[in-house]
């Protein structure tokens, strides 16, 4: 992800806006919602509308009215309100889509108690929101002291301030109820401020913090995914994959999310293929299914006793032969069905120039004895003119 402000420099080298996580147009931001009707006026008598999206740290986002009719845009800085006193955000989204947004997380958007946008921030509160980002990291690893001095089975992923650094909201996972009474009273003794505990799940605290994943890009709860659906090892049995736990498994420690995106197109796919467990039944004996290949259409059988020769028959093939048994009538052998799966040999690189050889850039030692003895010659001729 990147802003236009973001846009490469000299060289190819990215340029970066520098704005540290307050981007002008909020482009490089998680979760962010691109504002396709920026660029188009309202028609003539429609007001705008009165709700705006800001943005707080990671990708937490809430809505408040703009009661006062400032004159707001996306990347403003803004005081919000908030319990006890204020907020300090960035303004991510303005106009319609505010709108659309509050539909589809389902927020009433005619609900007169929403909280409401107090100002744009002074140089004042942005100091102080500023002072309060950084304590951050050091309240983090002071909590975490104190929550294992207690020994208390959970663990503190993230700490936001508020703006105006009169709270702390301290989130964390744990996989049983922890009793945190004495951890408030020592951490509100230590910090001095307000202190909020909110539990979180492991794939939340994945998208709060963010990541790379295995595949080698920023995980995607903490980019674009916002609704979390339920994953389970079914989806990686029709997709014919390994149940290797290390390599289903995302940085939360559940199961990847991407498992579930081709899911649909392989169970649309295996609707065509005749049930495995089905056994084929010939002259030689029963045949079981081995593993079968989702895209060509190809299943491989065995002999029941003979499992090291395999016989490979499309789909349409083995549903021939259990018509065949569904009738009573057994086949000879698969062999009169198998297919000859021929090795395709072409070369699909052929190596023109050597670009494949370590030792391309060596010269060879015949050339170099060749160069010296070059050398030797010409020099014996230049000393047998300067005799003469």
Same mark, same amino acid.
């Given at each position: 992800?990147?802003?236009?402000?973001?846009?490469?420099?000299?060289?190819?080298?990215?340029?970066?806006?520098?704005?540290?996580?307050?981007?002008?147009?909020?482009?490089?931001?998680?979760?962010?919602?691109?504002?396709? $009707?920026?660029?188009?006026?309202?028609?003539?008598?429609?007001?705008?509308?009165?709700?705006?999206?800001?943005?707080?740290?990671?990708?937490?986002?809430?809505?408040?009215?703009?009661?006062?009719?400032?004159?707001?845009?996306?990347?403003?800085?803004?005081?919000?309100?908030?319990?006890?006193?204020?907020?300090?955000?960035?303004?991510? $989204?303005?106009?319609?889509?505010?709108?659309?947004?509050?539909? =589809?997380?389902?927020? #009433?958007?005619? #609900?007169?108690?929403?909280?409401?946008?107090?100002?744009?921030?002074?140089?004042? #509160?942005?100091?102080?929101?500023?002072?309060?980002?950084?304590?951050?990291?050091?309240?983090?690893?002071?909590?975490?002291?104190?929550?294992?001095?207690?020994?208390?089975?959970?663990?503190?992923? #993230?700490?936001?301030?508020?703006?105006?650094?009169?709270?702390?909201?301290?989130?964390?996972?744990?996989?049983?109820?922890?009793?945190?009474?004495?951890?408030?009273?020592?951490?509100?003794?230590?910090?001095?401020?307000?202190?909020?505990?909110?539990?979180? *799940?492991?794939?939340?605290?994945?998208?709060?913090?963010?990541?790379?994943?295995?595949?080698?890009?920023?995980?995607?709860?903490?980019?674009?995914?916002?609704?979390?659906?339920?994953?389970?090892?079914?989806?990686?049995?029709?997709?014919?994959?390994?149940?290797?736990?290390?390599?289903?498994?995302?940085?939360?420690?559940? $199961?990847?999310?991407?498992?579930?995106?081709?899911?649909?197109?392989?169970?649309?796919?295996?609707?065509?293929?005749?049930?495995?467990?089905?056994?084929?039944?010939?002259?030689?004996?029963?045949?079981?299914?081995? +593993?079968?290949?989702?895209?060509? *259409? $190809?299943?491989?059988?065995?002999?029941?006793?003979?499992?090291?020769?395999?016989?490979?028959?499309?789909?349409?093939?083995?549903?021939?032969?259990?018509? +065949?048994?569904?009738?009573?009538?057994?086949?000879?052998?698969?062999?009169?069905?198998?297919?000859?799966?021929?090795?395709?040999?072409?070369?699909?690189?052929?190596?023109?120039?050597?670009?494949?050889?370590?030792?391309?850039?060596?010269?060879?030692?015949?050339?170099?004895?060749?160069?010296?003895? =070059? =050398?030797?010659?010409?020099?014996? =001729?230049?000393?047998?003119?300067?005799?003469?």
């Amino acid at each position: 992800m990147g802003c236009s402000s973001c846009s490469t420099g000299k060289g190819g080298q990215p340029r970066g806006c520098k704005n540290n996580g307050t981007c002008g147009t909020d482009g490089c931001n998680k979760l962010t919602v691109f504002d396709w $009707l920026s660029n188009m006026s309202l028609p003539n008598g429609h007001e705008p509308f009165d709700c705006v999206e800001v943005r707080f740290k990671n990708s937490r986002k809430e809505f408040f009215r703009n009661k006062e009719n400032l004159t707001l845009s996306i990347g403003d800085i803004v005081a919000t309100e908030s319990s006890p006193g204020h907020d300090v955000g960035v303004v991510t $989204l303005v106009g319609e889509l505010v709108k659309v947004q509050m539909k =589809k997380k389902k927020v #009433d958007y005619t #609900d007169e108690n929403l909280p409401k946008i107090y100002r744009k921030a002074s140089q004042k #509160d942005i100091d102080i929101w500023q002072t309060a980002r950084g304590r951050e990291p050091e309240v983090q690893k002071r909590s975490r002291e104190l929550a294992i001095q207690l020994q208390l089975q959970m663990k503190i992923s #993230d700490v936001e301030f508020q703006g105006d650094g009169s709270k702390a909201t301290f989130y964390y996972t744990a996989e049983e109820r922890v009793d945190f009474r004495q951890l408030i009273k020592d951490m509100a003794r230590a910090f001095s401020t307000r202190i909020e505990m909110r539990q979180i *799940g492991y794939r939340q605290e994945a998208a709060r913090l963010g990541g790379i994943g295995s595949c080698g890009r920023e995980l995607c709860c903490s980019t674009w995914l916002t609704d979390f659906r339920s994953v389970n090892t079914a989806s990686a049995r029709y997709q014919q994959l390994s149940l290797n736990p290390q390599k289903l498994a995302g940085q939360c420690g559940k $199961l990847k999310c991407c498992l579930n995106y081709e899911l649909d197109a392989y169970l649309d796919a295996l609707k065509d293929f005749p049930n495995q467990e089905e056994r084929l039944k010939t002259k030689k004996g029963e045949a079981i299914c081995q +593993k079968i290949d989702i895209f060509k *259409g $190809l299943l491989w059988y065995a002999y029941e006793g003979e499992w090291a020769n395999w016989f490979v028959l499309t789909t349409g093939q083995v549903k021939e032969i259990i018509a +065949k048994n569904k009738k009573k009538e057994t086949v000879t052998s698969l062999e009169e069905y198998a297919l000859d799966l021929s090795v395709d040999t072409k070369t699909e690189f052929e190596n023109v120039v050597g670009q494949d050889s370590l030792t391309r850039f060596d010269r060879p030692k015949g050339q170099r004895r060749q160069k010296k003895n =070059k =050398k030797k010659r010409n020099n014996n =001729k230049r000393k047998r003119s300067r005799n003469v």
